[in-house]
């Protein structure tokens, strides 16, 4: 049996919110949702999620500093940064900051699970360890 996939979506938008929910289970992924940073800190600590598929622009925290607080706190955690507003600067950011994974709104459902098993490969690597 294959082993369940739990994931975290951080939106703002309630309506895409269930959406990206709704696609990702029909996908087999085991997913939970999150209004906002803070909310998606709570579930974080709660619950042994392996991905986390976050807006990039939200209220109170941003999806850059979700991002890194989260992987501070579980560097294993596969994050996916979404945005519709897509540039490269914003794209170098969140990659800089360890996101595995990016995808701009709008995007087709096989883009965003196809950019999610490529962050959990990328996030299961053992991180490069620097030459002193």
Do not use: H, W
Not at 83 to 104: I, K, R, S
């Amino acid at each position: 049996m294959k082993e369940e996939t739990k994931v975290l979506v951080v939106d703002d938008e309630e309506m895409l919110r269930n959406l990206l929910a709704r696609i990702l289970e029909r996908e087999g992924y085991s997913v939970s949702t999150a209004s906002g940073g803070r909310q998606a800190l709570a579930c974080l600590e709660k619950s042994d999620f392996q991905v986390m598929v976050s807006d990039v622009k939200m209220p109170e925290i941003s999806g850059f500093e979700l991002l890194k607080e989260a992987k501070q706190k579980f560097p294993r955690l596969a994050v996916v940064m979404m945005t519709a507003f897509g540039d490269e600067n914003t794209v170098e950011q969140a990659l800089g900051l360890g996101a595995d994974g990016y995808v701009a709104k709008p995007f087709k459902s096989n883009e965003l699970t196809s950019e999610i098993a490529r962050a959990r490969q990328k996030a299961a690597r053992p991180a490069a360890k620097k030459n002193p």
